[in-house]
């Protein structure tokens, strides 16, 4: 979502929501999206500059006035928790849903933080002045499945769970009976996407999104105000598009555009010099990772 | 403000503008109906519910970025202090501007908590559950003026004075010069506005809105749900309108609705066989007081 509101992003998978970050305004696109509030497991938040989290406090509101009762996680840097605390002391009404705490730290280099049977969660430091993390969203690879035509009445069923947990399969006397190569389908591979706002340019991230399906990456300011993006935490269009091409990302989205430009298109063209499949990241577009 | 946005209604005195409550997006709101931000010399929060006060820290930050220098004063309860020093911790940029923090207490019975050249503010305590209280605005009357007429070359300026301030003017020897009514023209009465939201219908109020020109009164309920109303900390229509009759207010406004109406003339109508001059708070609309 780019545009009237500040940053948030909604990561589908499935049934299943999780947000990253939650400018001011973030619930009310969430419903005017249709986006389904109750579905989100968990929510990131990269840093605690308000325009990246200031919409937490009503959008945990929502969830306990609509009677959410399933557990929320809430990945972010420490200090939340006490802004959480403190705001929470006003209230006098105990929230309806547990809420799991999960502090980030600069010292986590691609730490899982969270994992649930559809995807797994791990951060990894940004340069931004103040404590900010990227996330790593990666889904779980999809299980082999069997070639149907290969199967017979009476197929041994240890031997599909053991084909399909991708191990060839031999009898007592060490013969091979069943080759996976054979017998299953290859899956398709894990998909990844990795956000990284807010951060300068810096070579060390290309570590942790190493062939990324997807990358989100800041894109403040373009080339000619780069000294001013280094000076306030931020990065160009350009040098988005070199961490996305380090990193032989598959595509990258670009968002986070100072106010300054009201036409963002040349920062799209900025960027397609240097990796040609950039997007920017438009409030209310939905990328399929 | 009543519409899409949670509680935020600026009051405004000449260039100067007063915001009461500060829900999630009021920024939003007001840079929309081009409401100048930069205006506000004081913001009054009711009492820490997050529908009243989440878009304050969006709108400290708009202050400080677009460049604040002026004195802000923040009347509010005493834990928004804690809080907005929570989140600051994490900000590490200090405010452009100074915020002149002002705890409103329960004990406040009609305190005057802030004055200027245009305004005063008052607190009074309302009935919520939580630390709640209202606000009374009071714009200074003006100045008598001179009956033009009246005046010669020579009338002594110190006459004016005494006249302007009401004091009808004497001789050393006790004989009456000029008398005020013959003198001056009556100026308008000072003009007075009060907020009243969130609370239960309270008789004790009147006191504190004693011939209130406007009163805004939330009406979160219909009759009908009166013992759901008292329960939650809210009052009815009805109520709003008793409570404006037994002030003997000029005229009342009713919001704060509850989002279970989806049609609110059902409670205006309500409101107004009890008061008739009562009129609903939508979002964007202007009242003269």
Redesign the interface.
């Known amino acids: 979502m780019q545009g009237?509101?500040?940053s948030a992003q909604l990561v589908a998978a499935e049934s299943a929501g999780y947000l990253i970050d939650c400018g001011?305004?973030t619930?009310?696109v969430l419903r005017d999206l249709k986006l389904g509030i109750s579905k989100i497991r968990a929510i990131c938040i990269s840093h605690?500059?308000?325009?990246h989290y200031?919409?937490l406090?009503?959008l945990l509101?929502t969830m306990a006035l609509t009677g959410r009762k399933a557990p929320l996680y809430l990945i972010a840097?420490e200090?939340?928790r006490?802004?959480l605390l403190?705001?929470g002391?006003?209230?006098?009404t105990p929230p309806s849903f547990p809420v799991h705490f999960i502090g980030t730290s600069l010292a986590d280099t691609g730490l899982n933080v969270y994992t649930d049977e559809l995807i797994s969660i791990e951060t990894f430091p940004l340069d931004h002045?103040?404590?900010c993390t990227g996330f790593l969203f990666r889904a779980h690879r999809p299980a082999r499945s069997m070639r149907k035509e290969k199967l017979f009445a009476g197929f041994p069923y240890a031997a599909i769970r053991m084909l399909k947990e991708g191990k060839d399969v031999y009898d007592d006397g060490g013969r091979l009976l069943y080759r996976v190569s054979e017998y299953t389908i290859e899956p398709a591979p894990a998909r990844t996407y990795a956000y990284c706002s807010d951060t300068v340019y810096s070579p060390s991230l290309t570590g942790y999104l190493k062939g990324v399906n997807l990358l989100y990456h800041e894109a403040t300011f373009g080339s000619e105000l780069e000294a001013k993006a280094h000076a306030r935490g931020h990065s160009t269009a350009a040098q988005a598009a070199l961490t996305a091409a380090e990193a032989k990302a598959e595509r990258l989205l670009i968002g986070h555009f100072s106010s300054r430009y009201s036409d963002i298109s040349p920062l799209l063209e900025e960027a397609r010099q240097v990796f040609p499949e950039t997007y920017y990241a438009e409030e209310g577009v939905t990328f399929q990772v």
């Open positions: 009237r509101h500040p001011e305004g619930q009310y605690l500059h308000g325009d200031y919409g406090f009503g509101d840097p200090n939340l006490g802004i403190e705001i002391r006003s209230t006098q002045g103040v404590h």
